[in-house]
Each structure stands twice: as C-alpha cells, then as structure tokens.
C-alpha cells in the first residue's frame, strides 16, 4: 500500500500562486510515478500533471502548460505542485496519485493504484 497525504490548499486570489505537496509512505517511492488530478464542482477528475518515477519525463494539461510546475524529491517521497498565474477556473479538489506505469497516469485515471483524500483550491476572481 501507498498512502498519499496532499498539504492543505486554500484560498487565493486570481493571478495568485499556490504550492501543493504530497507525501508518500509505505512503498519505494521512486517505483511510482506521481500525478496531480482535479475535480471540479459538478466536473470529471481530470488530469493536472505527471512525472515518471525519475522525473525525466513530466507531462501536463494544456490548461495548464506555462502555469503549472511538478516535480519531485526521491529522497523525500514527496510531490510538488506550484500554480501559478491562478484562474478561478483552476477552482477544484486537488487529487495527488501513485502509479507504476505515467502511460496510466495520463491515459485513465480509473487504473491508478492509489489516491490522496484531496485537498481543496479555491480562486477568488
């Protein structure tokens, strides 16, 4: 099993900036790739983010690609997300994920291995 605790979000402004972090536990970290998804009121989770299990292989979504940084620190199982440039449509619970396989992380969300509880973003326009 992994466990997967996200860092609580929080409230900011349009055009603000945001870290998320995830810790993980339980496995090897480096054995998994690590994605940031989101959902939105009423919405499908959607991807955010991924990178494979090095970190050489990083991939986003257009909305936002120029916005958004992962990354992460094998040594200390963690998973960042810094938001930059935030919009109010950027408004969602941020999901952070474990996978072998970033093809997974990318593709379908439903074969993910394993999920954080969430943390919430809110953007004030």
């Known amino acids: 099993q992994v466990q997967l605790v996200e860092s609580v979000g929080g409230l900011v402004q349009a055009g603000g900036s945001l870290r998320l972090s995830c810790a993980a536990s339980g496995r090897t970290f480096s054995d998994y790739a690590m994605g940031w998804f989101r959902q939105a009121p009423g919405q499908e989770r959607e991807f955010v983010a991924a990178?494979?299990?090095?970190?050489?292989?990083?991939y986003y979504a257009d909305s936002v690609k120029g916005r958004f940084t992962i990354s992460r620190d094998n040594a200390k199982n963690t998973v960042s997300l810094q938001m930059n440039s935030l919009k109010p449509e950027d408004t969602a619970v941020y999901y952070c994920?474990?996978?072998?396989?970033?093809?997974?992380?990318?593709?379908?969300?439903?074969?993910?291995?394993?999920w954080g509880k969430g943390t919430l973003v809110t953007v004030s326009s």
């Open positions: 994920a474990a996978d072998p396989s970033i093809a997974t992380m990318k593709a379908d969300y439903n074969g993910i291995d394993y």
């Open positions: 990178t494979s299990r090095s970190g050489a292989i990083i």
